[in-house]
């Protein structure tokens, strides 16, 4: 039941701050009565003022506090998945002998392979080993694997890493992952110029270079990625937020996919899910937009090099397909 707490001698923020969670608090009355028989449906049109407002609020602190980070993670995953080509006109190409036969297409090939088998048990580890450890110890270790090929000597070695490179509100999430692009191959041609320092090829560099901030990046982001709202209640280990707020986005959640308390992985779940036809039709969709995109990613700086001879050109040349998307985005 809701507190009765006199409003006298408030300030106008206080009274408003009050207000808010007043009408929260009755709506949680609504989706407990809600849960213990049908008879009521929150619909979104039905919230009060005040809910939406506080909604609002909280969304913006939870949106703050992953996207910048999650998109940090999601993009030098994405650089680091595709600088294979930087290397190669970097010089990597005549190194490790990838102008032979179909080296580089199955280099390309070996990581997808891994991407496609450890996807889904990855994710399926996310809640039972938290966000925090998975991401951020994926985002090490591929970094690691980054900062090793740089010291690679055998065009078989970096088939092996590539086998190894597995990883795990959107529009935002994609720009961030787009802006970083399009800088990744200004990047590469600063990093080419280390090219002799310390007696190491400019091709290695980008390598070494982007492993070691894939590292910091994921260092980082073991102090900012939070974990499930659920745990964090649970365990009350609020990392910035208020019980409220956290019950907030629960009720959001539970209102909108009607699953705020995990439950447990059966075969009938499975085996549901898997034949719904609209699964595998976005699957698709996904598939054919997501094919052009990596062949264009690992080929263009291939086909560039073929019309001009330098490497600089090429890289410089890279970068407008990604502003020229970032400004379509906006």
Not at 51 to 66: G, N, P, S, T
Not at 108 to 134: D, G, M, Q, W
Request: net charge neutral; charged share 20%; aromatic share 14%.
């Amino acid at each position: 039941m809701l507190h009765q707490v006199t409003t006298e001698g408030q300030t106008a923020s206080e009274r408003a701050k009050f207000e808010a969670f007043a009408a929260f608090a009755a709506f949680d009355e609504e989706i407990g009565a809600t849960k213990e028989g049908d008879d009521l449906h929150i619909t979104e049109a039905s919230l009060p003022d005040a809910q939406r407002k506080l909604e609002a609020k909280v969304l913006r602190k939870v949106d703050w506090r992953l996207i910048p980070i999650l998109g940090l993670l999601y993009s030098v995953a994405g650089l680091d998945r595709v600088n294979l080509s930087n290397a190669r006109v970097a010089g990597m190409n005549t190194d490790l002998r990838f102008d032979v036969g179909n080296r580089y297409s199955i280099a390309l090939l070996v990581f997808f392979i891994t991407y496609f088998l450890f996807e889904l048990p990855t994710t399926l580890l996310l809640r039972p080993l938290r966000p925090k450890y998975l991401l951020n110890g994926l985002a090490v270790c591929w970094g690691a694997v980054m900062l090793g090929m740089g010291f690679i000597n055998d065009w078989r070695y970096v088939v092996v890493c590539r086998i190894f490179e597995v990883q795990p509100r959107m529009s935002w999430w994609y720009l961030i992952n787009l802006f970083v692009s399009a800088f990744g191959n200004i990047l590469a041609f600063a990093i080419v110029k280390l090219d002799g320092a310390h007696g190491i090829e400019g091709w290695r560099w980008i390598f070494i270079v982007e492993g070691a901030a894939t590292i910091g990046i994921a260092v980082l982001g073991y102090f900012l990625v939070i974990d499930f709202p659920d745990r964090m209640l649970a365990t009350n280990q609020l990392q910035g937020f208020t019980q409220d707020e956290l019950q907030v986005i629960l009720n959001r959640i539970e209102r909108d996919r009607g699953d705020s308390q995990p439950d447990k992985l059966t075969w009938e779940k499975f085996t549901r899910h898997v034949a719904n036809w609209e699964l595998w039709v976005y699957g698709f969709m996904f598939l054919t937009c997501s094919a052009p995109i990596y062949a264009f990613a690992y080929f263009i700086q291939i086909i560039l090099g073929t019309i001009v001879d330098s490497t600089a050109v090429v890289f410089l040349l890279c970068v407008r397909r990604h502003i020229s998307l970032v400004s379509s985005g906006l």
